[in-house]
């Protein structure tokens, strides 16, 4: 062994009273989550806000389908950057590595239960799949690629790139030991062994690229090939779902790796080039997207069918304009916070420096009217009326916007949180864009001469959603508990 | 040795996959009820997962076999 580990490294096994107290506290999330899907499974979909297109003008698909179609996106990160740093050499982004390829294996675990709450009979569904599953359907390849081939490779890679820390930690007397030894499954870190890695780990990186294009363009034709369904049919799908995949998960990682930089205290590691480098990196992916957006825009509104105006304009205008341009709103205020580092130094240093006390509290501030109105969208409450939810609404727009305003000189001088922000708002932009592919078109966009739908989501399947999000910290959060978050190898030898 | 058996799965996997594709599953002709949108041979699709699988699965294959000169 070139190095030998001397204590378990980045807090394995540590567990301090607000870590028991935030695991338990998303155990009672997951709990709730479990207690909501059993109702929907004794009662039926009836409890959710899901109904047939057209003759009940609602939407089959809706948080469910949205949230897979999110969660797979989030996957895109990770085994991009562990391919991409294996390709390319990127030696200084190697700490983020690990923490990514667990992002993707959990958000691929997370897209296949958001899936399962969708079917009325979902063992019935799952038997059928294996069994009667069409190879010319989208559908063949989402589960084929994303879920068993995408997961698996995932998973090979995970495992084959922590075999080495494995062995080290081996050598550490502990409870743990046992199951270090048989990840490590022999391993001895000889020089012959290391190379033999080195091949693997390529040629993985070099099967994992195509598959993993492959995988989020066959999830962008289940909707881009429906020619029966205005809004989904196009070409820019596919190509739209990779990129919106790479905003997604990149964004995630940013805010994973800020997390953990505070959490670990490992500024070393997780130095500052790494969040500049992604953060470029998922600048140049949203300003792809937007590009792609516009132009799908532009088309359909100038010369599209009329079904394609009216769900173009509902987008714009009409039911879903406040999703559609919070979204927008999001990526734009990336965009900004993501080209403050490249301001001239001399402009950055005129900029008043600010403490971002002020800016949070604003932005405590903000959620209190945007949880009384989503509560009421939701049919959770009513206490309003549509004016004072309207009002309401505004004063959530204004108070966020003074949050942004005043966080921006803080985020000027702290790449950090920078990217961390960036991050955040990308995913909120991620979620409501995915929400826009998959709603407005099963409830405006029927050809035949049905009157608009709706779909309000219940507390149903808001509850299972939530409790997907917390089920995946939880297995995110255990895992680093009991395996290294970044190479433990790298970081000795560095220290040797 | 361990090429061998690392290159033989992936031949295996891939031939798994177009077998299970083109020739269990994939309908051929014209159709003429229902049923023919079903692979014609019930859980083809389980066997193109199996081989997608295979062929990731020869990575383990090849860096966990031992060394003979370890032996």
Redesign the interface.
């Known amino acids: 062994m070139a190095a030998r580990v001397e204590q378990l490294p980045y807090g394995i096994g540590r567990f301090s009273i607000r870590l028991y107290l935030l695991l338990a506290a998303l155990l009672v999330i997951v709990g709730w989550g479990i207690f909501a899907y059993s109702r929907q499974f004794v009662e039926g979909l009836v409890v959710t806000g899901l109904r047939d297109i057209g003759t009940m003008g609602g939407a089959t698909w809706g948080l469910y389908i949205s949230f897979d179609v999110y969660f797979v996106g989030v996957s895109f990160a990770g085994i991009t950057m562990a391919a991409l740093i294996r390709l390319f050499h990127l030696e200084h982004l190697r700490p983020v590595s690990r923490m990514a390829e667990a992002l993707t294996v959990v958000a691929l675990i997370l897209a296949a239960f958001s899936v399962l709450p969708d079917l009325g009979q979902p063992l019935r569904g799952i038997v059928n ?8 359907s989208p559908f ?1 390849g989402t ?3 994303v879920i ?2 995408y997961l ?2 995932s998973l ?1 890679y995970l ?2 790139d922590g ?1 080495r820390d494995a062995a080290l930690l081996a050598q550490q007397p502990g409870p743990l030991r046992g199951f270090y030894r048989l990840w490590a ?2 391993y ?1 870190d000889t020089p ?1 062994e290391r190379a ?2 080195e091949r ?1 780990s390529f ?2 990186a070099i ?1 994992i690229v195509p598959l993993l294009v492959t995988a989020h363009s066959t999830l962008g034709f289940v909707f881009g090939i429906q020619a029966g369904r205005p809004g989904w049919f196009s070409t820019l799908q596919a190509p739209g779902f990779v990129v919106m995949a790479g905003v997604s998960g990149i964004g995630l990682l940013l805010v994973i790796a800020a997390v953990m930089r505070a959490v670990l205290a490992e500024r070393e590691q997780l130095h500052e080039g790494i969040f500049r480098w992604l953060g470029t990196l998922l600048l140049l992916l949203i300003l792809t997207y937007l590009y792609f957006m516009v132009v799908e825009l532009l088309t359909t509104t100038y010369a599209g069918h009329h079904h394609e105006v009216r769900i173009s304009l509902s987008l714009l205008t009409g039911e879903f304009a406040w999703l559609f341009w919070g979204a927008v709103a999001a990526l734009v205020l990336a965009v900004i916070v993501l080209l403050l580092p490249f301001l001239p130094p001399g402009l950055r240093a005129r900029v008043p420096a600010t403490s971002p006390r002020w800016a949070l509290v604003f932005g405590v501030a903000a959620l209190v009217p945007a949880s009384l109105v989503a509560l009421q969208g939701l049919n959770l409450l009513t206490l309003f009326s549509t004016g004072a939810q309207r009002l309401l609404a505004w004063l959530a727009v204004a108070l966020a916007l003074l949050c942004f305003l005043l966080l921006l000189p803080y985020l000027s001088r702290n790449v950090v949180a920078a990217g961390a922000t960036a991050g955040i708002l990308v995913n909120v932009a991620a979620i409501g864009k995915r929400l826009l592919i998959v709603v407005p078109s099963q409830t405006h966009g029927t050809l035949l001469p049905y009157a608009e739908g709706s779909y309000t989501p219940t507390w149903v399947e808001v509850s299972i959603v939530v409790g997907l999000f917390a089920l995946g910290a939880l297995l995110y959060i255990l895992f680093f508990k009991v395996f290294p978050v970044m190479e433990v190898h790298a970081a000795e030898e560095g220290a040797q | 040795m361990r090429a061998t058996l690392a290159i033989l799965m992936v031949i295996v996997g891939f031939a798994l996959q177009a077998v299970s594709y083109f020739f269990l599953a994939a309908p051929w002709g014209i159709p003429s009820s229902p049923v023919y949108s079903n692979p014609r041979v019930p859980f083809a699709p389980t066997l193109f997962i199996l081989g997608v699988m295979l062929v990731f699965l020869a990575a383990v294959v090849y860096e966990l076999l031992p060394d003979r000169q370890a032996q």
């Not at chain 1, 799949?129 to 010319?136: D, G, K, M, N, V």
């Open positions: 799949l294996f069994r009667y599953a069409r190879p010319q063949f589960f084929t690629l068993s081939g698996f490779a090979v495992y084959l075999r499954a022999g001895r012959a033999r890695h693997v040629w993985l099967a």
